[in-house]
């Protein structure tokens, strides 16, 4: 028997049914090894060594990946085809190596879409696991660690508990900061468009222009632009530039003065990579880098696409003959461009690129997606139309358009200062559609068919006075399309890359766009002012191509690793002596409603360490602080449905959900509750046995793996339930007097995490 391992359930189950019983297959469900959580768990004066743990919650699937080796001849590692794939196998080996004695032969076998002919191909020509490709995953998972363990306690005593940097995140949070600092200082530009509605046949004159960007035209009339002014260039930037130009239109004489006509041609785009998907994703279905990687994630796992993770523009043989088969098939010969499309590779990494996101089965509709797998659905299937369409347009003709522009002169009646306006109009009429067949074609803008020389006659005007507009913040589109032109990042890291900022309460989402919060700022600020380097965007594409060399076998990891620890090691030394940054505060403009008629105090909004509260701009002259409670608009507590649902941040500044009657009702969860959603005491009281369950057996596990570490655990938990006890027995004797002290001794520090950070409270964010 031979045994292949992949890493999800999915996979596994659509393996199966595409070999036959002389195989077994299991899923190791993600990593089962990694840098331990408790320790840096690298060793910097060994050559970065990494040391990994076997993740807690693995122990039983390891045991079964064991006993399946232990039966099996051959054990095939079919992991995902990319750095992270390649480095789940080579740990899955080396764990199964240490169980069994003998020495089993082991082989990687690779596929970039799971259909039988490609699990099959792999399995017969298997390979061997690729060091080069593990090194750069080892590179990366190294170095992010080290920056995180270094930079974290840093900012914890320079701005805030809890707080933590990332070497990536921190330079894509610098991107959406500076963002929202242009536009905080952007000044808008006045400006006016000046149009004439004009026609080929002598028409009364008549209203036109309805309100923005509607018209009512009638047949054989047009809309031209004021593009000169007496033959000079017209650009009017206040209501005084256009009041005489448009005094003269309704009585001008207006000529032809030039005709252009040329055929214009567009091509369809190249098929999808990771980057082009998220943002079409993002545009056209409004769905956040992460959701768009777990789409297609399970259309991968199901077999209906290929690798989503690929910044490979290309196309197999098979892959092209398919879809030209179907083009032909389909839509006739007219639409089968005379040899296939080449699209050119701009990746470097060529052992890894394979192919562009594409469809596997040609004929699969997205209305049969649904049906193809058990967590398919609607979101799935609208991502799928999106690949499908975009891979077949890929290789069908230009669209091909008739384009014509006029240049039309504008004469006054009479002789003024003016001597002439000149307008200009362009009409585009879609002559062969090609691959905006599979689109909804934009509209035809017609002209009517004028001569040179010829008269045309006034409907009406318009003046539009406009202002420049502030660059907009940035989506997940247009985020993920300037890392990607920058060179920061990689397919697989964008969406993590986003979430990671998002979960840390550094940016928030304002109608899907990204807006730096007073904490983001700033972290970002002080990261930029003590690591310079470290936060350069060349500095860290520089970083990515080095991780890029490793990966083709061209650079030594430790190398690498080192190249950019010391000069980092050395400026977290001197950023440890940098003064405390402040968090801005937010002004309400409301007066402190315990000192405002006295003394003049402000509320103003701090950001603590469980999230916003309301303060007074004495601090600490005046101790007033009330909580902003943010609920759930119409949702109550699906337990006892009479507590609202709150919002609260947990220790991370990822938000989870809880009951607004708490500690009287325990109700918590990470997930919005759906309307009207119920959850009974009987279900609520299993999920809490379960839940504790699992802990339970982390523990043990952990007990018998790590046994210092638990015993450690457990001490500092006996420690702190000690300390606990003597606060409260003190402060049960000194009641009165506690509260006097409390407000003198206070200190910026504890301040921001005091409105929530009770006891019980603080253990409700820590689930
Ligand atoms: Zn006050
Ligand atoms: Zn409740």
Known sequence: MNLVIVESPTKARKLKGYLDTGYKVE??????????????????????????????????VIAQLEKAARLAETIILATDPDREGEAIAWHIKHVLTQDTKKTKKFVRAKFYEITKSAVLEAIEHP??????????????????????????????KKIRRGLSAGRVQSVALRMIVEREREIEAFEPDEYWEVDVALSAKQLKAAKVFLEENKFNLPDQSFIARAIQLNQKKYEP??????????????????????????????SSLPPFT?????????????????????????????????????????????????????????YGDGYLPASPRVFANTSKNAQEAHEAIRVTHINLDSQAVPGEGPKL???????????????????????????????????????????????????????????????TASDDIL??????GVTVHYLDHNAAQKFTQPPPRYNDASLVKELEKKGIGRPSTYASIISVIEDRGYVNRDAKRFVATPVGMTVSDFLLKHFPDFMEYEFTAEMEEDLDRI??????????VDAFYRPFHKKVGLAEKADRAQIPVEKTGEKCPKCGDTEKGEVVIRSGRFGKFKSCSRYPECDFTENIVETVAGAKCPLCGEGEVIIRNSRWGKPFYGCGRYPECNWAS????????????????????????????????????????????????EKAAAKKAVVKEKAAAKTTTVKKKLTKKKSPKNLSSKPHSTASQRDLAKR
């Open 27 to 60: 899923a190791s469900v993600g990593h089962i090894r990694d840098l331990p959580k408790t320790s840096i768990g690298v060793d910097i004066e060994q050559d970065f060594k990494p040391t990994y743990e076997v993740s807690l919650d693995k122990i039983r």
């Open 127 to 156: 390979t061997t696991i690729n060091m080069d490709l593990v090194d750069a995953q080892q590179a990366r998972r190294v170095v992010d660690r080290l920056v995180g363990y270094e930079v974290s306690p840093v900012l914890w």
């Open 237 to 266: 930037t206040k209501k005084d530039d256009v009041t005489d130009v448009i005094g003269l239109f309704p009585h001008a004489s207006y000529t032809i003065q030039e005709v252009e006509k040329k055929e214009r041609k567009r």
């Open 274 to 330: 990771t980057s082009t998907l998220q943002q079409a994703a993002a545009n056209r279905l409004g769905y956040s880098s992460k959701q768009t990687m777990r789409l297609a994630q399970q259309l991968y796992e199901e077999g209906l696409i290929t690798y989503h993770r690929t910044d490979s523009v290309g196309l197999s043989s098979q892959a092209i003959e398919m879809v030209r088969k179907y083009i032909g098939k389909t």
């Open 377 to 439: 659905a609607a979101q799935h299937a609208k991502l799928y139309d999106l690949i499908w369409r975009r891979f077949v347009a890929s290789q069908m003709p230009a669209a091909v358009y008739d384009q014509t522009s006029l240049t039309i002169k504008a004469q006054p009646a009479r002789k003024t200062q003016i001597e002439s306006v000149t307008l200009k109009a362009t009409g585009s009429v879609l002559k062969f559609d090609g691959w905006m067949k599979l689109f």
């Open 447 to 452: 002209l009517p068919d004028l001569e040179k």
């Open 551 to 560: 990966a083709r076998g061209e650079k030594e990891w430790p190398k690498v």
């Open 670 to 717: 990470w997930r919005q509750p759906k309307p009207g959603e119920t959850i009974t005491k009987t279900v609520w009281a299993e999920m809490q046995k379960k839940r504790e369950e699992r802990k339970k057996k982390r523990e043990a596990a952990e007990a018998k793996l790590y046994p210092e570490r638990a015993a450690a655990k457990l001490a500092a938990a």
